[in-house]
């Protein structure tokens, strides 16, 4: 079995534009396997779920709006 190469360096995260996050929200139409189409774009599944809810319910500043309980 082969051993593990490090790279140095810091590791960076994906940056995804509104049109890709959109594209691949609309991919997971009904009937299709959302963990599916998350590994196809090599991403989170639960990423995936967070960009829908933040497309159906958008604040002022694109993030996801909550109430607060009393």
Request: hydrophobic residues 35%; proline residues 4%.
């Amino acid at each position: 079995m082969g051993g593990v190469e490090v790279l140095p360096g810091r590791e960076r995260r994906r940056e995804w534009s509104e049109g890709e996050k959109r594209a691949l929200v609309a991919a997971f139409a009904p009937g299709a396997v959302v963990t599916q189409v998350a590994r196809r774009a090599d991403v989170s599944a639960s990423l995936l779920y967070r960009w829908r809810r933040e497309q159906e319910y958008p604040s002022a500043e694109g993030h996801l709006v909550t109430e607060r309980g009393s």
